[in-house]
């Protein structure tokens, strides 16, 4: 199994930012892709962002497109979302996942682990 463990999270005004970091131990491999999903009280786990370490690529949801970054560093098998303009929408709990293969998906469904989440709070 992976190991996820998410941090960075807390409470930020409007337009502000946030760097958000996931660790990951176990049986990691480069053969994978790492997302960023996130879920406000009520609503669907939504996709964010995600990196795939095989191809190298990245991906954004529409509503974060421009304002989060998504990056890693393989060596310490760790990725990042560095989130600026924080808007109070973008209010929720933070997961990180993985997922065997080289191909971002979108779906929560299609991803193997996951962390157990960090709050991310913007305030207006």
């Known amino acids: 199994q992976v190991q996820l463990v998410e941090s960075g999270g807390g409470l930020v005004q409007a337009g502000g930012s946030l760097r958000l970091s996931c660790a990951a131990s176990?049986?990691?491999?480069?053969?994978?892709?790492m997302g960023w999903f996130r879920q406000a009280p009520g609503k669907e786990r939504e996709f964010v962002a995600a990196?795939?370490?095989?191809?190298?690529?990245?991906y954004y949801a529409d509503s974060v497109k421009g304002r989060f970054t998504i990056s890693g560093d393989n060596a310490k098998n760790t990725v990042y979302l560095q989130m600026n303009s924080l808007k109070p929408e973008d209010t929720a709990v933070y997961f990180c996942a993985v997922r065997y293969g080289s191909v971002i998906r979108t779906r929560p469904r299609e991803y193997d682990y996951w962390g157990q989440g960090t709050q991310v709070t913007v305030s207006s």
């Open positions: 176990g049986r990691t491999s480069t053969t994978s892709v």
């Open positions: 990196l795939s370490w095989t191809r190298g690529n990245t």
